[in-house]
């Protein structure tokens, strides 16, 4: 399993890379600047951990930004 952590806006982001059947399943686990946790369910699945953990950490800042993020 890979992991790695991102801070993005007072967030911390843990994406996380599970190797399932020569597959890795990308998942997330986002705090919040108060430090509540919450984990996602499987966001796709990828051919290798970078990819895996690249995708969760872009669909968590996605997640934050919100509607920010598309219109500035």
Do not use: W
Not at 38 to 52: C, I, M, V, W, Y
């Amino acid at each position: 399993m890979a992991s790695l952590e991102v801070n993005y806006r007072g967030f911390l982001l843990r994406p996380i890379a599970d190797l399932k059947d020569g597959q890795y399943v990308s998942m997330l686990v986002v705090e919040n600047p108060e430090g509540v946790e919450r984990g996602s369910g499987t966001l796709g699945t990828f051919e290798n951990a970078e990819a895996a953990c690249q995708y969760a950490v872009e669909c968590g800042m996605a997640q934050i930004d919100g509607p920010r993020a598309r219109h500035p």
